[in-house]
């Protein structure tokens, strides 16, 4: 079973910036994508970014593009996103998950780490 753990969310105020991280219980050789989606009180679960491990290639949502960047370490068998000038409206739980190789129609969440962005 593959676990995947977040870390890194906080408060901060408006214009701050946060890193999140994200670790999986496998070796990089076997994850095919990881990203982030986020979930607000009330709110459905957004997609924020993602990122292939096997061509590099990361797409972003409108409302982050520009402010957040993705990237992975393959040492670690981690991603991270870092959030830039960050708005009250990116305060939310922050969910990463992790796709497997071998299991292409599946991904695999973590319980998420919180941001909340305020004065």
């Known amino acids: 079973q593959v676990h995947v753990v977040e870390s890194g969310g906080g408060l901060v105020q408006p214009g701050g910036s946060l890193r999140l991280s994200c670790k999986v219980s496998?070796?990089?050789?076997?994850?095919?994508?990881m990203g982030w989606y986020r979930q607000a009180p009330e709110k459905q679960r957004e997609f924020v970014a993602s990122?292939?491990?096997?061509?590099?290639?990361?797409i972003y949502s409108d409302s982050v593009e520009g402010r957040f960047t993705i990237s992975r370490d393959n040492a670690k068998s981690a991603a991270y996103l870092e959030a830039n000038n960050l708005q009250t409206e990116d305060t939310a739980n922050y969910l990463c998950?992790?796709?497997?190789?071998?299991?292409?129609?599946?991904?695999?969440w973590g319980q998420g780490t919180q941001v909340t962005v305020s004065l």
């Open positions: 998950y992790a796709i497997m190789s071998d299991a292409l129609t599946t991904r695999n």
């Open positions: 990122l292939s491990f096997s061509t590099g290639n990361t």
């Open positions: 496998a070796t990089t050789s076997t994850i095919a994508a």
